[in-house]
């Protein structure tokens, strides 16, 4: 509900400010992203509980005769986002000189959002030199949907009658997860095969995200003016807000790489 009264409102604005400032819809975007929110807060057995709606019935599998296993990876501290974005692409005509011949472009639209990442992993083999033919393993996924809001304001300079450009500006997202679980994993090994896995999955709570951008990259258009198709490549970096429940807000880094298939309106 709040979502919708969220989206209601600015797609009003849209409206008064395209009215207001004469900008007309010059293509539409869409496409997918990669990142990394560089930190994440669930970082322990204990931190991963908080997030579960039934702590009470987490985890489901005893740990005691379990150790945490050696070494936490190379992305153990990060949490992967994979995003794929709608959005509507308006150009501010004006009849004066701009500075270096910058193009001024504002986009909005809907963006989906999956997040996760592994938790710390318990097993009968705590390091990776201990040899055994049969291994018990327990480990935790954390996952997270999410709809969010994306805009985006940007200077865009083109070359070779507008074929090539290069583009760079301020973004940012508003998102709230729709649905949000820790997958909980048991498995036996043999001689290194899973012969028996269990799967449990714990409800967790809403989490909510405020992103700031700085998106930066390169556009082409092949066929010039004449063909209304066109790509565009380029990286996210910059910050988020993260609040999520049971948990005090943090301000994780963030790292995205896009591309986007454009199909021009004007």
């Avoid at 010039?224 to 988020?240: D, K, Q, T």
Wanted: with cysteine; hydrophobic share 40%; glycine share 8%.
């Amino acid at each position: 509900m709040r979502l919708s009264l969220l989206l209601f409102i600015c797609l009003c604005l849209v409206s008064d400010i395209a009215s207001a400032q004469r900008i007309r819809l010059k293509s539409l975007q869409f496409g997918p992203s990669l990142g990394a929110q560089i930190q994440r807060q669930d970082t322990t057995l204990a931190d991963v509980r908080k997030l579960v709606k039934d702590a009470q019935n987490f985890p489901k599998n005893g740990l005691d005769t379990l150790e945490r296993e050696f070494g936490r990876g190379l992305f153990q501290g990060s949490m992967g986002h994979i995003q794929v974005a709608l959005l509507t692409t308006w150009e501010f005509p004006s009849d004066k000189k701009i500075l270096w011949g910058l193009q001024k472009e504002w986009s909005i639209g809907i963006e989906y959002d999956y997040a996760s990442n592994h938790q710390e992993r318990w097993s009968t083999r705590p390091s990776f030199t201990s040899v055994q033919d049969t291994i018990h393993e327990v480990n935790f996924r954390r996952n997270n949907h999410a709809i969010a809001l994306y805009t985006e304001f940007l200077f865009k300079k083109g070359f070779s009658r507008d074929r090539i450009s290069i583009y760079a500006g301020l973004g940012g997202t508003l998102a709230y997860s729709i649905a949000d679980y820790v997958v909980e994993k048991k498995a036996r090994r043999e001689n290194y095969k899973e012969v028996a896995v269990e799967k449990y999955r714990h409800d967790a709570g809403q989490r909510r995200d405020i992103s700031v951008l700085f998106p930066m990259g390169v556009m082409f258009r092949p066929g010039g003016l004449r063909r209304p198709l066109g790509i565009a490549m380029g990286i996210r970096p910059g910050f988020m807000i993260v609040k999520e429940k049971n948990f005090d807000a943090f301000v994780p880094g963030f790292l995205g790489y896009s591309a986007r298939l454009i199909y021009h309106v004007h």
